[in-house]
């Protein structure tokens, strides 16, 4: 595997169901992101780990948590899901985070429908 | 705010023309700009990174400018293909983690 990876490709839930969205880079990069990507609208950070430590959290609901145990491996975990959160999740790396505005590279996205 | 915008939102070539893609930014404090490409329902790939020094960047048949001054980037196209059909996005970096990032601009290359 090279690049930037996730899994599932595919997922609908229903609101009431458990989920967790994976992703995993290749490159030897620090620092990984989650992305919101719905219709019509730009692209939304919604967090950003750094060396495995929350560096951003963007004032996204409570219904979505993050894990990153490592630095080549994020999760975004989700519960009781909502219509509106029916989007593509994109995950990216960089080499790091922080001023100075590293390259950004991203995974194929996760696209998730809630039912 | 900063905010990064993307006029038009779509647009259509005949095969082989050049065409220009627009981006413009609010900031001119911006740390570099990225031009991304995205296929229908897929990620994103990364064309070109031009960082605030510099003017252009170059990769095959595409060139992106950045012109801080009047907070415009530019990514031209040469020999548009059928291949090249996909939305385009710009983001910027306004130092800090985050890239603000346009709506795109869905190109279609018409054989």
């Known amino acids: 595997e090279t690049g930037v990876t996730q899994t599932p490709r595919h997922l609908v839930m229903g609101m009431t169901n458990k989920k967790s969205l994976k992703c995993e880079q290749h490159l030897g990069h620090n620092a990984m992101y989650w992305y919101k990507q719905s219709a019509k609208k730009p692209l939304e950070l919604m967090f950003v780990y750094s060396l495995e430590e929350r560096v951003e959290n963007n004032s996204v609901p409570s219904r979505f948590s993050p894990e990153c145990p490592n630095s080549s491996h994020l999760f975004l975990h989700l519960h009781t899901l909502q219509p509106e959160d029916s989007a593509l999740y994109l995950c990216?790396?960089?080499?790091?985070?922080?001023?100075?505005?590293?390259?950004?590279?991203f995974g194929p996205g996760t696209r998730l429908t809630v039912t | 705010k900063q905010e990064v915008t993307q006029i038009p939102a779509a647009l259509s070539v005949p095969e082989g023309e050049n065409l220009v893609l627009n981006c413009s930014f609010t900031d001119s404090a911006i740390y570099n700009l990225q031009w991304f490409r995205q296929d229908p329902g897929k990620g994103l790939t990364s064309l070109l990174l031009i960082q605030s020094s510099q003017r252009e960047q170059t990769s095959g048949r595409l060139n992106a400018s950045l012109d801080k001054s009047s907070g415009r980037s530019t990514l031209y196209i040469a020999a548009s293909q059928p291949g090249d059909s996909a939305t385009y996005l710009c983001a910027a970096h306004f130092g800090n983690e985050k890239l603000t990032f346009g709506t795109g601009t869905r190109l279609t290359i018409i054989p």
């Open positions: 990216a790396s960089s080499q790091d985070s922080g001023q100075g505005g590293y390259e950004q590279y």
